[in-house]
């Protein structure tokens, strides 16, 4: 369990990390946001969707 833990946050970290070096610093927010902005809208809309049968 532990293991998988720290693979989720290595992962986090290194994906921060190469979207700053593919794009570099000066877009990354912008970059950033659009890529979570999906994520984020399934997040707040999961509550709204009905119940797997």
Known sequence: MTA?????????????ALLADWYGTVGYATIAGVLATPVTLAKAGAPLAPPPC
């Open 4 to 16: 998988f833990g720290i693979g989720f946050g290595v992962a986090s970290l290194a994906a921060l």
